[in-house]
């Protein structure tokens, strides 16, 4: 059974860092892409950071490029998301995802996602 979990979520102040993990398992077929989509309150999911997981190349959301960093552990299936510098609006929740479209990573739409974890939650408040 496919199944992402996500953890590291918590409430931090401005300015503090987090780094999220996200272990994947059960798949049986190779995934094109994996990534962080991040939902504020009220608000879209929107994509954060890609791995292509062909080449290993990082995208990100011009919001975060500088502050946020994408990494992988293939040995223990698992990504993380260090977060520095965190802001107020860094709130929500945050999801891992995978894709099996090739085109995914580099267009971190969240349609393009099937499978998807039930997101940890970020709170940046003073």
């Known amino acids: 059974q496919v199944r992402l979990a996500e953890s590291g979520g918590g409430l931090v102040q401005p300015g503090e860092s987090l780094r999220l993990s996200c272990v994947a398992s059960?798949?049986?077929?190779?995934?094109?892409?994996i990534g962080w989509f991040h939902q504020a309150p009220g608000k879209e999911r929107e994509g954060v950071s890609t791995?292509?997981?062909?080449?290993?190349?990082?995208n990100y959301k011009d919001s975060v490029k500088g502050r946020f960093t994408m990494s992988r552990d293939t040995a223990k299936n698992t990504v993380y998301l260090q977060m520095n510098n965190l802001k107020p609006e860094d709130t929500g929740v945050y999801y891992c995802?995978?894709?099996?479209?090739?085109?995914?990573?580099?267009?971190?739409?969240?349609?393009?996602?099937?499978?998807w974890g039930s997101g940890t939650p970020v709170t940046v408040s003073e």
């Open positions: 995802a995978t894709s099996f479209s090739p085109w995914a990573a580099e267009m971190m739409r969240h349609s393009m996602f099937e499978y």
């Open positions: 791995i292509n997981s062909r080449d290993g190349a990082t």
């Open positions: 059960g798949f049986t077929l190779d995934y094109d892409a």
